[in-house]
């Protein structure tokens, strides 16, 4: 089989390492790609957005399947325009994303499908979110718990967590008066802040059977102890010991299924990734938001545990045959991706810097360096992106594994890298808490 990636980050490299080890596979193809794509693969030069070259290179080179890794292609309608021209391909198709690139959409479908979810209004214009606001919270300046949201994509920007009423005031002014987030904020939902520990619960689906994955855990702001401005994500662990056996099959009865039930329904059947990032609260897990792919970094810990043939398991989706497959097998052992990046992420950053270490770091057992924001410049390794790579390891428990991916890290060098030093510590802390 032929298999093209879609995408140039660490996601695609975990899903092209891993279709690699599928004997099935013969090449395996990501556009664009990145360096280290271009050591476990083939890249080829195309944009994970310029749809029309893409289908193109399907054709001409008949791709078996394409798995596609970022949300702005499925937004954009890639999986329509492959299946229009009768190429096998694994993603939502466009009317499916919406889930994730409308916040209206998604928010409208958790409440028509009675899922768990903070209470939300949806605005248009700035005069009457700003009316609700000063509405809602009456003479109280400095406490207004609410999150004001872009409806489309902006790249995890456009979610603004209020703590003040003049937040709010300012978010709703970036987005519908100053227009930061262009068309993304012709609409806003404002919705209460919610209140506990993060988690990032994946499942694969054919629109009818659900096939949850392993929870993760994302760390999404900058710096330690989670402070500083949000990113795409710092580090991943899973399994986290936070979702348990209970919990997980809880949300899988109240989350997943009736999402995937509803958008059947309304006749938008969603084939692929399921990602509900959600919050545990003290009344249970709320959905904050779907994706409509594997997270990033979420996907290379999971990818790392996952020992069945992944290929089996995308083609079932595509085939609407996934209730006939068994079951996905897991490395019982923790596995935990550190994200190193270029000095000045999430804000501006330089690119180009030489980076050294990366083999020392792989040769070691039951490690894999990821490649994200890197390219190659005469055979030599350089930094391309904020989020260069991702450092993970798979260890005896989430202590080892941290402990392997951190030794690991140690050996990586370029001018300006950085990363934080406890990615998996809320599990550990977790555990601690539930000893006593
Ligand atoms: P989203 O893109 O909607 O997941 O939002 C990005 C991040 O904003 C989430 O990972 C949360 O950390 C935070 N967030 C979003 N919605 C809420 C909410 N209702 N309450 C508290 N935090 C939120
Ligand atoms: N790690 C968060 C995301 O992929 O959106």
New binding site residues.
Partial sequence: MKILVIGGGGREHALAWKIRQSPRVTRIYVAPGNAGTARDAENVPIAAEDIPSLVKFAKQEKIDLTVVGPEAALALGIVDAFQNSGLRIFGPTQIASQLESS?VFCKSLLRQADVPT?DFQVFREADDAMRFIKGRFPGERDRCPV?V?ADGLAA?K??I?CKRRDDALEAIDRIARRKEFGKAGSQMVI?????GQ?ASVLAITDGRTIVPLPPAQ?H?PAFDGDAGP?TGGMGAYCPTPIVDDTMMAWIEEHVLVPTVHAMKRNRKPFRGVLYA?L?LTNTGP?V??FNVRFGDPECQPLLMRLKSDLVDILEAVVDQRLDQIEAPVWDPRPAICVVMASQGYPGDYQKGRPITGIDAADEMPDVKVFHAGTKLIDQEVVTDGGRVLGVTALGTSISDAKLQAYTAVQKVRWAGSWCRKDISDKAVQFLETQNV
Avoid: Q, T
């Avoid at 919705?191 to 209140?195: S, V």
């Fill in positions: 916040k903070a999150v949201k995890g456009g979610v967590v919705e209460e802040r919610l209140e993060e994302d999404k949000n990032g919050m709320k904050l938001e």
